[in-house]
């Protein structure tokens, strides 16, 4: 029965039926067991359940992985005295349905990233799919200030908060307008084994901002509480309180709610960004205690003014190439036609001294570094490494054929629905998949689009440029041809049913035939 449950640990959840069951078929495996006789039922459920008391073998999949790989002897507990020393990073999927484009709803995730000695929320992002880019630009959201934005109250002013303004504003312009956020500079980032933070976008981010990366270990998530918790608190005091709210499961769901108002991402993101400043940077916390009056609770921006005075404050600006850099990286051949990223084609006057040239990079075999939005196909940047390793920005192709910046998603969307079709084919598909999104579900004359097709515009237009170093598209898209109207068929509705009506007598049937005589 102990391997049985020691079995159950990494599998799906179960019941105790099949964990008796279990039992008898490793007893008839073994040549021992075959001479056991098995005890009666309500004996086996006895010592069932001794044996998995506090495992939740027949429980939480999540809570059993965690407490069999947890450590077994006492808790330790990580000091931190100072903000930036330690902070965590993660990602969930968020308990509230968002109209992301064309009336189209879904739920989106929230990354973020909280401070373990202050509990500050430098940064939380909302994106349909959280990819390594997005890790990375956190990471330049915790180091940036957040500015004040127009229909915010005055009292969300860093000036007009408990922070030390004056004597940050001596030290960095950058807070004259800023919100009552404060800008932590990470020392060490610790994180799960996502795909989005063990990339290799999100950890030579850290390595140019001189971040030390620390990943937890699997099945820990006990490692990074503060943002495990962090991320339940905004699902109890900040989710649960708008429109379409779903619930953390199907059991917590509500009925009709597609009846409710939707918020779109860009004002979902403004409302979490202010619900932070507002709210959470001015809550008491219990984790934020003064240790000589542990009755007191502080807030994490009075943490913050109370550490900043013992530990000094670091400004750190960071310019356009920065943001550049945070940028995921691929290693491409620059050729006499440009470079090809994903069957696109980039190309610029400027790559002809870099055309068929060595990069000088051995470990990539000479091949030039380019770094990519992929949110925003529409251009891209090749590293100069001969000349100041300067960037050189190459733009697509066929630009001219999409009205605006597009990402992976819809490309990749079209690529599958022609897989046999050339670049610029593909290009006008993506472009007319956006027009049929953006005019909206199908009217008597308008075109018509799938629902797929309107989720994965809507889903590339949400996300957008991650970095303020992508630029959109000015051109426009040509005309479209206009689609003949289809003549509908004459629509013939069907009769009642009578079950007293012969049927031999209605109109249209032939007379029943008779049978013949002697038969």
């Not at 495996?29 to 459920?45: C, D, F, M």
């Not at 206009?482 to 007379?511: C, M, N, Q």
């Amino acid at each position: 029965m102990r391997q049985a449950i020691d079995e159950a640990v990494d599998a799906s959840t179960r019941t105790g039926t099949f964990l008796l069951w279990r039992t008898g078929e490793i007893l008839k495996a073994s040549p021992e067991g075959q001479q056991v006789k098995l005890p009666s039922q309500r004996t086996l459920y006895r010592l069932l359940a001794k044996l998995t008391a506090g495992t939740h073998t027949t429980g939480s999949a999540t809570t059993r992985r965690s407490r069999a790989h947890g450590a077994q002897g006492p808790h330790g507990e990580l000091p931190v005295f100072a903000p930036g020393e330690v902070m965590q990073i993660d990602s969930t999927p968020l308990d509230v349905l968002v109209r992301l484009d064309s009336g189209v709803a879904g739920k989106v995730e929230l990354t973020a990233m909280v401070d373990v000695a202050t509990r500050t929320v430098t940064a939380a992002v909302l994106r349909p799919t959280t990819k390594s880019v997005d890790a990375s630009a956190l990471l330049a959201r915790t180091v940036t200030p957040e500015l004040m934005r127009p229909g915010w109250v005055d009292a969300l002013k860093m000036s007009r908060s408990v922070l030390p303004h004056r004597r940050l504003l001596a030290l960095d312009e950058r807070l004259e307008h800023a919100a009552a956020r404060p800008v932590i500079v990470p020392e060490m980032i610790v994180c799960d084994h996502g795909k989005a933070f063990i990339s290799r976008n999100f950890r030579p981010a850290c390595r140019f901002l001189e971040i030390e990366f620390q990943p937890t270990h699997k099945g820990s998530p006990f490692e990074k509480g503060h943002i495990e918790k962090m991320l339940g608190s905004v699902a109890t005091l900040f989710a649960q309180f708008l429109p379409r709210y779903a619930g953390r499961n199907s059991d917590h769901r509500g009925r009709h709610l597609e009846g409710e108002r939707l918020w779109s991402l860009l004002e979902l993101q403004d409302l979490l960004d202010e619900w932070i400043v507002a709210h959470w940077q001015n809550r008491p916390h219990d984790g934020l205690r003064d240790p000589a009056h542990p009755g007191r609770l502080f807030t994490p921006n009075e943490k913050y003014a109370a550490l900043v005075e013992a530990c000094g404050y670091v400004p750190v600006a960071l310019s356009g190439d920065d943001y550049l850099e945070l940028l995921p990286a691929e290693w491409r051949v620059v050729n006499d036609y440009g470079i090809r990223i994903k069957n696109r084609t980039y190309d610029s006057p400027e790559l002809g001294r870099m055309r068929r040239q060595d990069s000088g990079i051995r470990a990539k075999r000479g091949l030039g570094e380019v770094h990519r939005d992929p949110y925003d196909v529409c251009r891209i940047w090749v590293r100069d490494h001969r000349r100041d390793n300067t960037w050189v920005q190459a733009t697509w192709k066929y630009l001219n054929r999409v009205p605006g910046p597009f990402g992976d998603l819809a490309w990749d969307h079209v690529s599958h629905q022609l897989p046999r079709a050339t670049e610029a084919e593909i290009a006008d598909a993506v472009a007319a998949l956006l027009t049929r999104a953006h005019a909206g579900p199908q009217t008597e004359t308008g075109p018509q689009s799938s629902k797929r097709d309107r989720r994965v515009a809507a889903r590339t237009k949400a996300a957008g440029p991650v970095t303020p170093a992508s630029a959109s598209a000015g051109t426009s898209c040509e005309d479209a041809p206009e689609e003949s109207e289809e003549t509908l068929a004459e629509v013939i509705p069907l009769g009642l049913f009578d079950r007293l009506e012969d049927p031999w007598k209605r109109p249209g049937r032939h007379p029943r035939p008779r049978r013949p005589s002697g038969t």
